[in-house]
Each structure stands twice: as C-alpha cells, then as structure tokens.
C-alpha cells in the first residue's frame, strides 16, 4: 500500500482522471467564459474581438441600463443575513438537538426536509404563499385583522427581495444544521464532563468548549453561505425574474438575461468572469479573516 | 505488496482502456451514421426505388404536450400526424420544448451550429441573429413553385430580412377584446366600442365589485399588449412599425398620450388591486371563472374559454378595441400578424425531399390551428369542415376582415436587447417608477439611440 503511495506515477496515474474531469468541466469553462468575455457576439453568428471594451460599461456606464453593481449589493445583502440569521438559528437548532431533546431524530429530519425539496418546488410554494391575490400570507392576514399589512410582497420593492431571501435563508438552515449538529455529536462526553466538574454548564460550556471545538465547522458553514449567497440564482429566476427591476436582480441573473434574453454573450461573460472572482477573492478574504483571528486568541 | 499494485495497475489500465474504446466506438458510430445519410442522399436522388431506406428529418418545436388544449398545440399534432401519413418514407423526429427553455436551447444549438433540420421560430427581432448568422435556408427559389400564389399577402413580412424570405407562415394571430356579456349585463354596462364607453364600463363595473380587466403583468408580454394596442388606437399602425423598425421614434405625441391612457387604466384600478403580482395563467383564470369581465388576449384562448369545463362558456364576446377620439389610428388597425414560422438550417441534407415535407407541413398546420380555433390561415384555399370551428375564431375572422394595418407583438419585432430594455421600461411605468412622458422618452433613447 505504502508502496503504491510512495510512487509518484501512481499517484499521477490515480488522481488523472479526476483532475481530467476537473479540468475540463471546471477551469476549461471559466478560462473560455473569460475569453467570451473580450469578444462582441450575439451568441449565434461569429464573435468579434474587441478586448476589454465592455468592462467599463458593465460596471460604469451601464448603457443598457442594467444596473449590474446595484445586484452585486443585493448578493452581499443575502450574504449578511445568511451569516447573521441562518447559521446562528441552524447552530443554536444543532445545539439543542445534539445536547438530547425528546424527538431527537424527528427533529433533525424536520429541519433537513426542506434541503431535499429542489429549489424549483421551494420557489414555486413561495409563490403560492405570497400570491396577492390568493396567497396564505395575505388571506391570513386578513384573517386575524391585519388587512392593512397586505402587501403585495414581491412587487412592492420595499418587500420585494426579503421575500426572496428569506425563503432561501430558510431553505439552507438544515443543511448547516446536520453540519453542526454532526460535528457537536462528536466532542467527546469527557471534556463536557470534565467541564461541569470545574463548574462550566449551559452557557459557559457552550461558548467555551462547543463553540471552540466546532470552530472548523462554523467556518466551513460560514465560507458555504457566503459563496453560495454570491452566486444565488435559483429563487430569484423563479419567483421574480429580477422584477421590479432592479431591485431583485442578482449577478447570475443578469448574467444569464444577457446571455439569453439580451443576446449579448461577451457582456454576460464578463459578469461570470467577475462572478469567479468575487467569490475567489471573498474565500481568501474569509481564510484570513479566520486565521489573524486564531492568531489573535492564540496571543 | 507487489501484487496488490500490479492489481492497481492492471485495474487502471483496464478502466482508462474502456474509456478509450468508449470514445472510439462513438466516433465510429458517427461516421458510419454520416456513411448512411450520404446513402441516402444518393438513393433519393438517384431513384426512389428502394423506399426501404427512410430519411430521418429532426424538427424541434415549443409545442411539447400533445394533450395540451391550446389551439396551435392541437393544430400542431395534428398536422404532424398528417404529414407523418403523407410522407411515409420521412422519419421525423420531433422534439418539444415549451416557453423560455425553447429560445435558449435553439440559440444555444445555434451558437454550436447544432441546429435541427426544421425548427419553430419566431420572426422579426427574434429571428435577425440566426440570419445574420447564416443559419436559416433562403426559400426565395424554392417558393417559386406556386407555393408563393397560396400565401395571403404581407404574411411573410416578419420572416423577410434583407428581401429574403426565410420562413412560411402558419396562422394570423391577433389580440381581442374578449368581454364576458353576463358580468357586464350585471353590471348595466354597454359593449365598449370607444374610450370613454370602456371607462364607463370599468367604473360600472367597479361599483359592481367585479374586476373590469384581467391582466397578468408579472409575465410582462401581456402588459405589453396593453401599451402595443393604444399605441395603435393613437398612433396607428404605420407609426408603431415604423417606431420599432427604427425608421420612426417612439417619442411623439400621440405615443405619449397613449402612455398617458396605459397609466390612467392602471390608477382607476382597472386591471384590480395587484396586477403586476398577477401571473398570465392566474389572469386567465380569473377570466375564466367568472371573476373579471374583460381579457386582452391572442386568439389562443379562444379554446379555453369554451372548453367543455370552462365556467364561462358561451358567456363570452369578442369586440373590436374600442376607438380613441383623437387617435389616428381607425378600429380595423390590430395588434397581431403574422409572426411564427419554422425555419430550415442552412445545411440540411435532403434539400428537396425536407422542402416538400415543410411546405405540406406548413399547410396542413395553418389549417388545423385554424380550426383548433385559434388564428385564421395565412394560406388561401378551402378550410374544408368549417362547421366545428369555435364560434370565437369565426366570430374574429369576420371582424378581422376588413382589417387594414397590423403591427406585431413587439417582444418578437424588436431584437432580444431592446426587447428587454423595453420591458424594463414598461415595467417602470406600470409600477409608477417612470412618468409617461419620461416613458416613451427612455424608449426612444434606449431603443433607436441616433435616430
């Protein structure tokens, strides 16, 4: 086995046709994305080159009017709530799940649920649930005496695009959940105990020896929801389709109106090619966030 | 330990060689399908005295349901069950995919220049790329076999680019005033044949707690109808083709109070509390059961409204849109036309043997859609059983005949950037963001920039 592993060519020979499919699924479209991005072409006929001439208006002059930098805010703003609401609730749900509580496992498969509907179905339920004329949300409201706080939740762009984030927030929380709640399962009982002995319960355990022990997982957690907010697509394109625009435009969406809808292939390239950067840059950005912090506990 | 690796190896070896004679027997299954297609092509040429070989025709279509109660859809399936009758040495291959996902996989298929034989389409703006690509079949020789004397004139306008003509035509699709007589007999309320009888219908029937309109302005296109038929009430049709061809500018007065009159409907609450949050197939569906009294609609509906289940069957009229004192535009100017075809790529096999299948095709379609009751022919000549036709579609035809301008639905006229740069617009404008002034100025900055 050590022998095997000891070989240079046999590790090149097993890890070949991963780094083949890799390649060509993964850097080869970003490298061409990259190319497409320097070129003037409607997608169907030949493109010409014209370099870097599209940059500047994507996200300068805006000529047509789409208002890319005005979404990028919009994909940071989900970020924000993904960081501040859904992993504080998923962690705090792991804990209580994770420290025993009656219907464990009831529980745990409750919260996961919605990770394994497809963001089609979530989209398309939250449409029905916001629907003005007809929607749960609104009749409900009616209800109970609140005709007043109707709203028209994805028209109105004062409730416009929380009433996409939301759902998405909502979506996800399982699936940090199990992460957690798998990784607070495995703190050994010793240390818990040893720390009751000493005096540290609830609370002070939680923040002292929990907390600490699954740092890795937090931040796993923590560079999943923010990457994954920065390229978020999925309930955007279904319920709204960026309307009222642009109040719940986010990059891919733009991206793929002007690929497809706007017939301009350069100019939507140039929006995924900033797309991999971004979330290139907000990963190191995160990495060295956690890392002067650990330098900075560890003084 | 030596043997466990030479297992490794041994087993590696064995995968990456499967992988290879995958790819090699791919490659080979293509050039010997290419092999026989080029037999093909020689055996139908030469004599068709071995009709044994069939030639396999691919057609990509947006109309995937066969059980799908839409007019064109019916009149679709139907056509290519005929022509799959009629042609029993074709094979087509038919593959159907509905709305948005349609449009990106033709221009995807495009882009890759992976286009089927014979594919819908629509014409105008929509079509340019694939022209200037050089994708699309030029039929102007073929059309000289008489097919060109059975067309109605000017339906070939949208498929015309550079005075080429590239797609036949099907059906001539309009949008009508459908009105349920019932909500407005409760209501006290005349039919609407000019502006201020509409607003007084839409008051009446306010004051009656039944929704005048149904509009699903979420899907945008239907808001779009509203704007495209009073510009033509203002303007008429010249000026709006002229507008959206760039020869004309959007920014004239009688476009301006047109958007002046979009915006009046949307204030008095017209279209009910929440239109732009209202879906197409909600609108519809308000209109079907009973719940709004007016639709602005494409013939299409025509066969929902007096399906069997329909609560509103044989409640339902259809009228011209009403005049606008002022306007230049007359009550036989329509929003509609001509607009969807299929084209032939360029580099079909089988030239002759595709164009004789298409033109029947094409036909047959034109006639069946038309007694789905959605859209009259664009093609003369005897409609045959006319007896179970929707008595909307006659009812359409006859007010439609004496029709003296068209103008078609934008989304298809204008290019796919102006297309959404105008929706952008009028979004704004219905959701009061823009002023109806500032309206038709963006439009004619954004859309015929120069002129």
Redesign the interface.
Known sequence: ????FS?KK?IA??VL?TLILFVAVGFVPIVQSFYYSLLDW?????GHFVGFKFYKDVFVDDT??IQFVNSIWNTLYLALLSVMIQIPFAFFVALVLARGVKGERFYRTLFFIPVTISSSVIGLMFLQIL???YGVLNTMLEQVGLGSWRH????EEKTALSSIFLPAVWQWVGYYMLLMYAAIKGISEEMLEAAKIDGASGWRATISIIVPSVAPIIKVCIVFAVIGSLKFFDLTFIMTKG???PVTDVPSTLMY?SI??????GYGSIMAVFMVIECLLAYFALQWLFRTREEGVGR | ??L??NM??IG?TS?LAAGLAACGSNSEKESSASASASNDHAASSSASSSPAEKIKITMWSQFSDPNSKDGGFIGFFKALEATKAQFPNVEIEHTGLEGESY??KI??A??ADQLPDIFFSWGGGFAQ??V????LLALDDLVQDGTKDKLVPGTTDNFTFDGKLYGLPTNIATANLYVNKELFESAGAPLPTTWDELVAAINALKAKNITPIALGA?D?WPAMFWNSILDIRMGGTAAVNAALNKTGSFDIPEFQEAARKYKELFDMKAF???P???SYD?SINMFLTGKAAMLYMGAWVNGQINAEDSQVKGKVDVVKFPSIPGGKGNVDEWHGGSGETFFINAKVDHKDTVWAVYKFFMETMAKEVFIAGSGSSAWKGDMGDTSKVDPLAIKIGELSASATGFSYWWDQML???D???MF?SL??LT?G?LAPEQFNKELQK?LNSGK
Not at chain 2, 132 to 135: E, F, K, P, S, Y
Request: glycine share 10%.
């Open positions: 086995m050590q022998q095997v070989n046999a020979v097993f046709p409607d997608g169907i006929g030949t047509y009017g629907n003005p004329n028209d939740w994805l028209v309307a009222p625009q109106n497809f809808r706007r017939n301009m292939y | 330990m030596s466990f690796r490794a190896t590696l995968v449009k990106t221009k995807t495009s882009a790329p694939f200037a690509g050089n994708r979420k945008r009910g509390e929440n732009i949050g209202t909600d290019n796919g950037n297309t959404e740069s952008t979004m704004s959701g963001k954004k």
